[in-house]
């Protein structure tokens, strides 16, 4: 089964500070890397994503890092705020696999005021 | 334009009887797949719809069975239902066969096996 694997599982953050979340993947085959915000009670929401031939995108407060060679993604959020508490997804999609998402467990962010 | 919409939003059934959940998708898009959720963990690819074919599935028993209908609604079928069944079911929806990825997603169909 392929794999992407997450972390930390949570994350305290003071309001105003970077949360950073990881993920490592093995599958060399996969050509697209999006993140997931979910909030209780509803589904994941697209957040941002990125393609291998890229090393960082930024949208906003949020950024994805990729380095392809070691096969390992970030997000970064600056200047975390209380309403960015939710659970974050990382995701992966394997060429050819019919558009089909690959999900890490996901990572409970706090934010606190 | 409407979002992604799923029905029942929650719902209790007991093991080996038989589910039927209901998802339209957003205005626009022809593609339907199907998650399942379980409690703290990332959603797990069920299978995929397009233009009412299955075009893709993940590593689900038989049991779970799917349509898709000339408007790309959809239906997600459990029977036999067994305890482990019980999650969080996300139906989602994008343009193309080969999709980008971009997935949009409804607010899922909460289902409890006793």
């Known amino acids: 089964q392929q794999q992407v694997k997450q972390s930390p599982q949570s994350l305290i953050v003071q309001k105003g500070g970077i949360s950073i979340i990881n993920c490592a993947y093995e599958?060399?085959?996969?050509?697209?890397f999006p993140w997931y915000q979910q909030f209780p009670g509803k589904g994941p929401a697209l957040l941002i994503a990125?393609?291998?031939?890229?090393s960082e995108k930024k949208e906003g407060r949020f950024t994805i890092s990729f380095n392809k060679s070691a096969k390992q993604f970030s997000l970064h959020i600056m200047d975390s705020q209380p309403g960015d508490s939710a659970t974050y997804f990382c995701?992966?999609?394997?060429?050819?696999?019919?558009?089909?998402?690959?999900f890490g467990k996901g990572t409970k962010l706090s934010v606190k005021p | 334009e409407t979002g992604v919409t799923q029905s029942p939003t929650h719902l209790i059934k007991t093991r080996g009887q038989q589910v039927t959940l209901r998802c339209s998708s957003q205005?626009?898009?022809?593609?339907v797949s199907w998650y399942q959720q379980a409690l703290g963990q990332g959603p797990q690819f069920i299978f995929q719809?397009?233009?009412?074919?299955?075009?893709g599935r993940g590593n689900f028993p038989p049991r779970f069975s799917g349509l898709q209908f000339p408007n790309y609604s959809s239906e997600l079928n459990v029977n036999a239902l067994e305890l482990d069944d019980s999650a969080l079911y996300l139906c989602?929806?994008?343009?193309?066969?080969?999709?980008?990825?971009?997935?949009?997603f409804g607010e899922g169909s909460r289902l409890t096996v006793l």
């Open positions: 989602a929806s994008s343009w193309g066969s080969a999709n980008t990825g971009e997935l949009f």
């Open positions: 599958n060399t085959a996969f050509d697209y």
């Open positions: 990125i393609r291998p031939d890229v």
């Open positions: 995701a992966a999609r394997s060429i050819g696999s019919q558009g089909n998402l690959i």
């Open positions: 205005s626009g898009h022809n593609t």
């Open positions: 719809y397009y233009r009412e074919e299955e075009n």
